[in-house]
């Protein structure tokens, strides 16, 4: 036995042999392939030539390198920033932050709260760059037209209709879908479908809004003010004659509403009225969603859904096929369609809030909400001490997307100045060193403004020392004194 055992020694270590080397041989081609698509120049690998990722790797490489650069969490470096002398591109900073890194905050900063800008989202894609980044060659779609000759993407159609029946905000089943630039374009796109056709006799059509509304429908009403439609100014006036009327009526309805946050129907009603619906906010991280939307026509934004609103992505769902039609031909007109460069990035957006909608700390809908819920509470919890401003009111009320009551998220707070001698709310607020949006804009006098929420966590932070610093200072201020 143990000579046998001497004699097959030898052959197990010969054996050995060739297996060692063939580990070592496939480690140095493995650690070869590596260096090769990771360090050598995208010229070396063959671009465009088959040889694997070389120009993917290429975009992303610079993606990476930007993106790694530190501004001290106050700023960020963008891949179009503008570069300095030595081609490096420089620091983006936060308001009220300065300094090569953003590292230096400006003292006793005004607080900038007019804008809608949903930067509080930032943190949420920067957590999910991975899935939500977009890598495409300098050929793609470089034609008008996308699938099947038209102006939109068919998949990213079908994706956004996907998406409303998961959130369950909207019915999609017997809706059409069109694009527009941002729901900004569609505003008059819309007003456009909607109006009497180029060769009818009737008087051109009212487009009216209850007040407070959003200043926009009146802004590009005017501008494009002409013999089919013109501006109508508040609803008041015809909340009870639209029955009997002759006249036509085109009616914006923003739910939830912005500036004040709270839930609307049409009030015209009849066969003379019809209502362009606005859900930019009708979303689980801004309001409760008590029921499916399923109006006529229904306005959605990509800016307040995600917080891409530098993409300028926005689509309607239109029950009536001829409407749809016209504001089809509305947007190709104006601007040949939505960017195809931008349909990609959403496409790709969408799916990302689709794969993580599980109501947990990845889901983007939850994470908005526990931001937005977070900054209301603060928001109020100093306001109650104040006797000078107030809040509007918004109750917990039951969100079918939870499954469960919800607190209130309002994307902006709808401020009053309750004393007699602060009769101009704006003003009375940016003398305390806070830019808000005045009330006069919304057909709701200057005893009220709009206070943004939505913006950086940064620029909330300025607010949130601004406010209590002007809540301070109330029980040293004398009647009749401005705001310090």
Not at 213 to 228: H, I, L, S, V
Request: net charge positive.
């Amino acid at each position: 036995m143990d000579a046998a055992a001497g004699a097959q020694q030898p052959r197990r270590r010969s054996c050995a042999v060739p297996g060692l080397l063939v580990l070592l041989y496939s480690s140095l081609l493995l650690n070869a392939v590596f260096f090769a698509h990771h360090f050598l120049s995208p010229s070396l690998l063959g671009e465009g030539r088959g040889c694997g990722l070389s120009w993917a790797l290429q975009a992303a490489r610079e993606a990476e390198e930007t993106a790694a650069i530190e501004c001290s969490g106050h700023g960020h470096v963008f891949l179009d920033g503008v570069a300095g002398e030595d081609g490096w591109r420089r620091c983006e900073c936060n308001t009220c932050f300065t300094g090569p890194d953003c590292s230096r905050r400006t003292p006793n900063c005004t607080a900038d709260a007019d804008r809608g800008d949903p930067l509080f989202l930032e943190p949420y894609w920067r957590r999910h760059a991975s899935a939500s980044a977009v890598v495409f060659p300098g050929w793609h779609r470089m034609s008008y037209l996308a699938t099947d000759g038209m102006f939109q993407s068919v998949e990213l159609e079908n994706y956004i209709r996907r998406l409303h029946r998961a959130v369950g905000n909207a019915v999609v089943d017997d809706k059409h879908v069109v694009f527009g630039v941002g729901s900004t374009q569609l505003i008059n796109a819309l007003v456009h479908a909607l109006s009497a056709d180029a060769n009818a006799t009737s008087p051109p059509a009212s487009v009216v809004a209850t007040a407070p509304y959003y200043a926009p429908y009146r802004a590009q009403t005017t501008m494009f003010d002409g013999r089919k439609y013109k501006w109508g100014g508040s609803t008041a006036p015809w909340a009870n004659a639209t029955q009997n009327s002759t006249k036509s009526f085109i009616e914006f309805v923003t739910s939830p509403n912005n500036p004040d946050a709270q839930l609307q129907k049409p009030i015209l009603r009849g066969g003379s009225a019809a209502a362009i619906v606005d859900h930019a906010y009708f979303w689980p991280h801004y309001t409760h969603i008590p029921a499916p939307g399923d109006e006529d026509v229904m306005l959605f934004t990509m800016s307040k859904l995600s917080g891409h609103a530098g993409s300028r992505f926005g689509w309607a769902l239109i029950r009536d096929e001829k409407v749809a039609r016209r504001a089809y031909e509305y947007v190709q007109n104006s601007t040949m369609g939505a960017s195809q460069d931008t349909q990609l990035r959403i496409l790709r957006i969408v799916k990302v809030i689709l794969a993580n909608m599980d109501c947990s700390k990845e889901d983007m809908l939850t994470f908005g909400h526990n931001v937005m819920r977070t900054r209301w509470r603060r928001l109020k919890a100093v306001l109650s001490r104040s006797r000078r401003i107030s809040l509007q009111k918004i109750p917990p009320q039951y969100c079918r997307y939870f499954k469960r009551i919800r607190e209130p998220s309002p994307a902006y707070a709808w401020v009053k100045c309750e004393r007699e001698e602060d009769g101009d709310c704006y003003e009375a607020l940016r003398k305390a060193k806070i830019i808000t949006r005045s009330g006069v804009g919304n057909e709701a006098g200057n005893r009220y403004t709009r206070m943004s929420l939505l913006k950086s966590d940064d620029e909330f932070e300025v607010l949130m020392d601004r406010v209590t610093d002007l809540v301070n200072a109330e029980k040293y201020d004398a009647p009749g004194l401005a705001f310090m």
